[in-house]
């Protein structure tokens, strides 16, 4: 294993020196650095020039240039990183740790949602193969991923943006909108949950009037611009999710689990007074906290309740107390919505990862950055959405046609259970390699998105070195992204070796 | 105002020449009826001229308005170094750094009274006195001084050497060798005399204001006193160290705000945050004297043009500078009477130069030149890139002046004759014929990848080939590092961006100077340059102005086209806002938007 790695890691160091090389050549030949100043009319415009020939070394020749380049990388060893100067000096390393932090923040939460969403449609429409859900799903998830980006992005502030901010300042249904709404719920309710023609025609008609009327209802709240759940709210739905996740385990007559897991929902309501105050303007460090102890009580709760059966305790204790906590949190969140709104009137900006100036409590300042990142972060994850629910659709067709499969359905087991538990985890080893690549590909594939939505992040930094010709801020982005998608080829490999011992050579 | 002639203008106008721009007068000079809506700006005082309105007595109003010119971040404090000196920098320096002059809306200079005055007291030697405002202290309180103008003095000065290079990493450094005795008058005075060593007419435009002086010295371990008089006695080891500081002390990191301590304000904003990447938030100085910053807050943000225009509509930015495309005036005017569009001009200006360098069949022979003239379809090429977007558009005529300079009509009617205002294939014909040259080629050479030049040359090919022409196109991409300097084309077709200055297009026209790249030479255009930027008399100047430019038609130099067209917009709750072609961009005046009372 050790010699396969280190054969990897050696392959890997020079497929990106190679690639820095064609890089750095095609960078240096991709036009005139001095072109602005040359048609400059300024007078000091010799002195200009000759200070650019210093800062980017054009008085060397390229093969020297790239070798201080080089160089200044392999300080990277002793975490003493040279990445150069840009063409007007200043520290590519500076500008690189910024830039990394936004596109950072950007990706890696588009990734996780676009792997979630897209193993579990994968699944829903390997399962429903050849049905009209499949056909869609697969129509959208194609349309989406030939989008392109920066079209559907100007769709997106338009709608989502502008349109969110102009329908929040009063927002209303007209009765043909509810109409329109609760018609097209129930028809994509039905498609999903499909069976027979009379349950077809139950879900569409029991969905579209569960909206025909909750949209009304809310918006005679004032839902939109005040949320409310309350108290009351957050103990009536812990309570569902505390009863179903006993049933699911135990089955509700099973004590062992059920007093445990009323016990952490009492714990639950009892937290949410204690920790009103603390939770109306908290830090990150006190939800982790919070969180901790929210984890905490439920285990031991089931542990000291649990008897023998303290596994499945724990377990559904661990779901209430999460699901208990994630409310109280919306709750908050909820409650510190129209402050946000009086604080900016149009909640969805255009541009920026956050308003400037913006003060606010944490959750407004929260709620501002979660706006910003919302249509970015959309915008990636439907792209990549596409690639995972296919490879999840093929790699589950494909594994449901194995003997083992067919044994476990021979056993008499339940069908979620040969899904979830035989089919899935299986069929997930190849989708470790994809999302591996994925994320690697997205910190470069977000440079358009970085562009139109105004975040400052690697795609710019590569985008402006393009444009001027200055290699250095070019190759930093190469650095980042290159290792990246080469670091994470070779993390996919190992794991893959070692889910699947056929691979190792 | 050095910060000014660095002109990144040319880089967006030339390579993002995506296409067709809007272009209308920018000044009251040009007044040409523009259909489209709301194309001048809301005031709250009408502007008398292209000048700073005078908002008379008002009050800062608590508030925000958020602009931006585009993606690049703020670097530094100190713009006044190569490094930081750009006009994304000087969108933020030039707020908090006042100086003595300005430019107006047409590039016209304008003192600054905030600061104080400048006045010729005689001409031989060219001695100017500077008075400053008594009112005038730096943001900690220290008052302005002459010793700030030392300062400024001192770091435009290469003759302030260690080891025998200059101390100063500045972008100017000829000041000393024009007033080789700096500036005379009591250090914590506030009057101070220069001699030039030879006549400038530029004088007005110089910087003597920039950073305070007392910090510096101090940083230099200097007393203020101290720090004077080593300058004016060149004595750079002394003040190495200072200069050590002048050079680097103020650069931070992106996001951290430079010490308020150090980084003192003496305009009318001062900064107030920074978040890196996204936005430079200013804040009224609380110790500036003059007329009071309209509005409180004024948030400069970092977003690329192609994002202005949404953002605009969403009221996350409320003034903008996007670039002059078709789509984007387009989409602005989609936006309808949310926005105020002011389209106008920029202090860019495209040509067609001919190749002058030995051998070239254009440059020795004037008929080729006239013919060639004769059949470029000007009004065409303005009809079909420009006006689409802007009515008001105009053929340019000169090279010195602008259409919607004061002097244009003037200049132009004393240069030009109009002989080649409108196509002449036949003649160009004729003269063709003459020279026994039907079928000479044209190689047009221009910086690629540029739509707007390539179209511009497609254009004249299909008009010129009918006159017996073979029009080439040879636009590259190393235009500049290669074509030019070889001499490898016929015609070249680029743009120059005008600094503001009077002298600065001896540079270009005057023999073997360093941006003559098409090696015209004209001794009486070499000697009426001379004449022009050895004058000091406005009378004197025009009359050179019309000589050179009346040669420069005689003998073909080349033809001028267009001035290159900008684009500002604002929401149309945003008073004052007001386009200028100077490079200054549309902040020059941000200290008087004031947001209308609802």
């Known amino acids: 294993m050790l010699r396969f790695i280190l054969r990897r890691l050696g392959a890997s160091a020079a497929i990106l020196l190679g690639a820095s090389l064609l890089l750095y050549v095609l960078m240096v030949n991709a036009g005139d650095p001095l072109k602005d100043l040359r048609e400059s009319n300024a007078s000091n415009r010799d002195e200009l020039i000759r200070q650019r020939i210093g800062f980017m070394g054009l008085d060397q020749p390229w093969y020297q240039r790239y070798w201080t380049w080089l160089a200044g990388v392999a300080k990277c060893v002793t975490l003493n990183c040279d990445l150069g100067t840009n063409r007007s000096g200043v520290e590519v390393s500076s500008l690189l740790a910024n830039a990394a932090g936004s596109t950072l923040r950007l990706v890696v939460l588009a990734t996780v949602l676009a792997a979630v969403l897209g193993i579990a449609v994968g699944v829903l429409t390997a399962v429903r193969q050849y049905s009209g859900l499949d056909y869609s799903v697969t129509f959208l998830t194609f349309l989406f991923f030939s989008l392109p980006v920066f079209w559907a992005a100007v769709l997106l502030k338009e709608y989502l943006a502008i349109g969110y901010n102009d329908w929040i300042a009063n927002p209303a249904f007209t009765p043909a909108q509810t109409a329109v709404s609760a018609l097209l719920f129930g028809f994509v309710m039905q498609v999903v949950l499909a069976g027979s023609r009379t349950r077809r025609l139950a879900t569409f008609a029991a969905s579209a009037a569960f909206v025909a009327l909750v949209l009304p209802y809310l918006q005679w709240l004032n839902f939109f611009r005040y949320p409310q759940l309350g108290f009351g709210g957050v103990v009536v739905l812990s309570l569902a999710v505390a009863l179903s996740a006993t049933a699911t385990s135990a089955g509700l007559r099973n004590k062992l689990v059920l007093y445990p897991v009323l016990a952490t929902v009492l714990a639950g309501a009892i937290a949410y007074w204690a920790t009103f105050g603390l939770m109306e303007n908290p830090t990150w460090g006190t939800l982790a906290l919070l969180l901790a102890a929210a984890v905490a009580v439920p285990v031991v709760l089931g542990r000291v309740l649990g008897g023998h059966l303290r596994g499945r305790a724990t377990g559904a204790g661990l779901a209430t107390a999460l699901a208990m906590a994630g409310l109280t949190t919306l709750d908050h969140i909820f409650r510190a919505w129209p402050g946000f709104l009086s604080l900016k009137p149009r909640p969805i900006s255009t541009i920026g990862s956050q308003t400037p100036n913006f003060g606010g409590t944490f959750w407004e300042s929260f709620l501002d950055r979660g706006a910003q990142l919302l249509l970015p972060t959309l915008l990636l994850a439907l792209i990549s959405l596409a690639s995972y629910s296919r490879y999840t659709r093929a790699s589950m067709l494909e594994v449901g046609r194995q003997d083992y499969i067919r044994t476990a359905r021979a056993k008499g087991l339940g069908e979620r259970t040969v899904i979830l538990k035989h089919a899935l985890r299986n069929a997930l080893i190849p989708i470790a390699t994809i999302m591996a690549f994925d994320f690697a590909g997205l910190i470069g594939g977000a440079v358009v998105t970085e562009a139109v939505f105004g975040w400052k992040g690697m795609g710019e930094l590569f985008r402006t070195g393009l444009d001027q010709v200055d290699p250095a801020p070019v190759m930093a982005f190469f650095l980042v992204t290159g290792t990246a998608a080469v670091l994470f080829n070779m993390l996919a490999d190992i794991l893959y070796a070692i889910l699947d011992p056929r691979i190792r050579v | ?598």
């Open chain 2, 1 to 598: 105002m050095r910060l000014k002639r660095i002109s990144k203008a040319v880089a967006l106008g030339a390579t993002f020449a995506l296409a067709l721009s809007a272009c209308s007068p920018g000044g009251p000079a040009a007044p040409t009826g523009s259909p489209s809506a709301g194309s001048t700006g809301k005031y709250s005082v009408e502007p008398t001229n292209t000048g700073l309105a005078d908002l008379g007595d008002i009050t800062t109003a608590s508030g925000s308005i958020a602009a931006s010119i585009g993606e690049d971040e703020f670097i530094s404090y100190n713009g006044f170094t190569p490094e930081a000196n750009n006009a994304y920098n000087s969108v933020v320096t030039e707020r908090i750094q006042s100086s003595f002059s300005y430019f107006g809306t047409d590039g016209a200079v304008y003192q600054n009274p905030a600061i104080g005055s400048i006045e010729k007291v005689s001409d031989s030697p060219l001695t100017i006195k500077y008075t400053i405002n008594p009112d005038a202290v730096w943001s900690d309180g220290t008052p302005i001084t002459t010793a700030d103008a030392v300062l400024a003095w001192a770091l435009q000065n290469a003759n302030l050497t260690v080891d025998g290079k200059p101390i100063f990493n500045s972008v100017a450094q000829d000041l000393g060798d024009q007033v080789p005795k700096g500036p005379k008058g009591e250090a914590s005075g506030k009057e101070f005399t220069l001699v030039y060593a030879e006549p400038n007419p530029d004088w007005e435009i110089q910087s003597l204001l920039i950073h305070p002086a007392h910090i510096v010295a101090e940083q230099g371990g200097l007393s203020t006193a101290e720090f004077v008089a080593a300058a004016l006695a060149g004595d750079g080891a002394k003040l190495e160290k200072a200069a050590d500081f002048w050079n680097t002390g103020w650069n931070t990191d992106p996001g951290t705000v430079p010490d308020p301590a150090l980084a003192l304000s003496s305009g009318p904003y001062k900064i107030d945050s920074w978040e890196a990447g996204q936005s430079i938030t200013l804040t009224a100085n609380d110790k500036w004297w003059g007329t009071p910053a309209a509005t409180e807050k004024l948030v400069i943000r970092f977003a690329a043009a192609d994002t202005h225009v949404q953002a605009l509509q969403n009221a996350d930015l409320d003034v903008v500078e996007p670039q002059a495309t078709i789509d984007t005036v387009a989409q602005l005017e989609g936006l309808g009477d949310d926005v105020q569009i002011l389209a106008g001009d920029t202090l860019s200006w495209e040509h067609l130069d001919f190749n002058f360098a030995e051998g070239n069949k254009f440059g020795g022979n004037p008929e080729l030149r006239q013919a060639f003239a004769l059949c470029v379809p000007r009004q065409q090429i303005v009809d079909n890139l420009i006006k689409p977007l802007n009515p008001g558009a105009q053929v340019m005529n000169a090279r010195e002046v602008f259409p919607f300079q004061e002097n244009y009509g003037d200049v132009v009617s004393a240069a030009y004759s109009g002989q080649y205002d409108a196509v002449d294939i036949e003649g160009a014909k004729r003269i063709l014929e003459e020279q026994n040259a039907t079928g000479v080629k044209v190689r047009i050479g221009y910086n690629a990848p540029n739509p707007r030049r390539t179209d511009v040359v497609a254009m004249i090919k299909s008009s010129c080939d009918q006159a017996g022409f073979e029009v080439v196109d040879v636009g590259s991409g190393d235009f500049f590092s290669k074509t030019l300097p070889n001499g490898d084309y016929d015609v070249a077709l680029y743009a120059w961006s005008s600094s503001g200055q009077i002298t600065s297009g001896e540079n270009i026209y005057a023999t073997g100077k360093p941006q003559n790249y098409s090696q015209y030479s004209n001794r009486d255009v070499d000697a009426a340059w001379r004449k022009l930027a050895t004058s000091l008399d406005p009378a004197v100047q025009l009359e050179q102005t019309k000589a050179i430019e009346k040669l420069l038609w005689e003998d073909l130099h080349g033809i001028p086209l267009f001035a290159h067209p900008g684009i500002t917009a604002a929401r149309a709750d945003v008073l004052n806002v007001r386009r200028t072609a100077a490079q200054s961009t549309v902040l020059w005046n941000a200290e008087q938007w004031l947001r209308a009372p609802r």
